[in-house]
């Protein structure tokens, strides 16, 4: 499998004419691109609108070819997804049902390999399969969150806070999976709060301040940089 490129320019979008986003540009490579900034930055709102979940204007490409505004179907059908903040996942039915959900685009024959190799990336939830989703742990929803969205073959995951809420152990783990998610050939781009943590596993990053990229770069400069070490990690 090979990474799409994503390619954003000029993207504004929000809320019933309240704009939330504006003119902003950013690209993302195969490998992990990271999203850090404070509540309310807009991180939430941009993926939204990426996956054609929100009116925008501008535009936003997957390896060259338009990704059509308001149409998330259409993204998903051109190797898109999105694990949305909060994981939205069924929580009355089993892990192997919500991860049937996500490959409900996909032929039938197609989606019980991807079940398997699922199963095979997220030995946690191969423990589980009947276990309904709503009674995991926080750690364990997110795993299934995350092994949904894969269940359609994305060539571009994003991903809005996975870490949230998780213990530590959990942190480095989920980040251990999208580390070998980006591994297979798939693009990663990810809004995370554990900005070192996210960094140190990220090639490049962007810092969004009030609807706007303030900062960006490779990962490990930005990690040196003065805007994300006074402002993300707390060093004076
Ligand atoms: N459904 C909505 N309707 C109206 N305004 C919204 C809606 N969702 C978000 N907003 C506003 O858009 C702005 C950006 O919100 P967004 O959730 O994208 O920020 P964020 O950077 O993801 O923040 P957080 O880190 O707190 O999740 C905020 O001012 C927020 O109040």
Redesign the pocket.
Known sequence: MSGAHLTVQNLSTG??G?Q?LQDLSLQAAPGITVIV?P????????LKALAGLLPRTGTVALDGSDLPAMNATACVQRGLALVA?GRQLFPQMTVTENLELGGWLVPSRTRADRLAQAFEDFPRLKERTTQLAGTMSGGEQQMVAVARAMMSGPRLLMLD?PSLGLAPRMVDELLAIVQRIAAQGVTVLM?E?NVRKALQIAQRGYV?ERGRIVASGAAADLLQSDVVRQAYLGVA
């Open positions: 809320y019933h309240f939330v900034g509540n309310g930055a807009g991180k939430t709102t941009l903040e806070e809004v709060q969004l």
